[in-house]
Each structure stands twice: as structure tokens, then as C-alpha cells.
């Protein structure tokens, strides 16, 4: 009974130091009154738990890294092979045709050198029409250089940049990178 008293005589001698500005007698009667306090060991284990969990959450920061980077490089390899698929159907498209028709019923030299004629020919006509394509781009970016050299073409663009830059920035902001695909956070 007598320790509670005497932790409250020391608790009301702190608060008035304190409230009258006294701080070196508050500084005393503080601490006075947390050598009253029972010292508190941690449990047994905390320390290997603490470290266990801070490994943890390096190698799960470490892992959730290695899985961004290898989902960039699979997006960026999927990208890369439908980029040369698509251009080899369009080589292979106008090709197959004069030489399946050449080789269809017969098989000889001369329908071989035919159907790789046939096939020289229609790929002549492709690249001529991807060259009539690749100048109308051309065309279009170099009306668009023009336009963007002058003063409101220039501020055209600077604000598309700018507002494009904010999107960015804001879309960032809200896709943190703690926070998972699904947005649930799971306690254990």
C-alpha cells in the first residue's frame, strides 16, 4: 500500500514541477517515479522472432522485385514475339499463296522456279506497298514536325507532355508497390 502512495506523491510532485515550470525538479520526480516501474524483460525467442521477421520482409521485398522485373522481361518478350510473328505473316502471306498454287498437282524444276518467281513478284508488290505505307507516315510526321516547330504547335505539345507527365505521376502514386494485384493485405 505504501508503494502506491508513494507513486502517487511522486506522479502529483512531477505534474506540479511540470505545470510550474521547474524542470529540474520535474526531471527528478520522473525520475523517481520510473525507477518505480517494474522493469519488463521481453519474452523468450523475441529477439530471433524480430530478426526472422525483418528477413522476412527483405527477401519477400526481394522476391516481389524479381517477380516485377521477370513479368516486364515476359511482357517485353511476348511483345518482341508477336512484333515478329506479325511481320513474318505479313512476308509469308502474300509468299504462300503463288507457291502452294505452283506446287499444287505437280512437282518439278520448272514449277519450283515458277512458284519461286510467282512468289519473288508478290513479294516485290508487298514491299512496294509497305514502302507507299512507310511514305505516308512520313508524310504525317513531317506534318506534325512542322506544326509542332511553330509557337502554338510547340505549346501543343508541351501541355500534351505535361499533362501526360501528371497522369504518370498520379497513376504511380496510386499504384503503390506494396500493395498487391489484388489489394488484400493478409495477416498471419
Known amino acids: 500500500m505504501t508503494v502506491r502512495n508513494d507513486e502517487r506523491k511522486d506522479l502529483r510532485r512531477w505534474r506540479a514541477a511540470e505545470s510550474a515550470s521547474r524542470e529540474a525538479e520535474a526531471e527528478a520526480a520522473l525520475a523517481a517515479l520510473l525507477v518505480r516501474l517494474p522493469r519488463l524483460d521481453p519474452p523468450a525467442g523475441f529477439a530471433a522472432r ?47 499463296g503463288p507457291v502452294a498454287g505452283s506446287f499444287a498437282g505437280r512437282l ?55 499533362v501526360s507527365g501528371l497522369a504518370l505521376r498520379l497513376l504511380s502514386d496510386l499504384i503503390a508497390t ?3 494485384w489484388s489489394h488484400v493485405a493478409i495477416r498471419g
Open 50 to 96: 524480430v530478426a526472422a521477421a525483418a528477413v522476412a520482409g527483405a527477401l519477400a521485398a526481394a522476391a516481389a522485385r524479381r517477380r516485377r522485373w521477370q513479368l516486364a522481361a515476359a511482357a517485353g518478350l511476348a511483345l518482341v514475339a508477336g512484333s515478329l510473328g506479325t511481320l513474318l505473316a505479313g512476308v509469308a502471306g502474300p509468299l504462300a
Open 108 to 162: 518439278s524444276v520448272a514449277a519450283l522456279i515458277d512458284g519461286l518467281a510467282s512468289a519473288l513478284t508478290a513479294l516485290a508488290g508487298w514491299l512496294s506497298g509497305a514502302a507507299g505505307a512507310w511514305g505516308l507516315v512520313a508524310d504525317v510526321g513531317g506534318a506534325l514536325a512542322t506544326a509542332a516547330g511553330t509557337g502554338p504547335g510547340a505549346s501543343a505539345v508541351l501541355a500534351v507532355l505535361a
Open 178 to 180: 506494396e500493395r498487391s
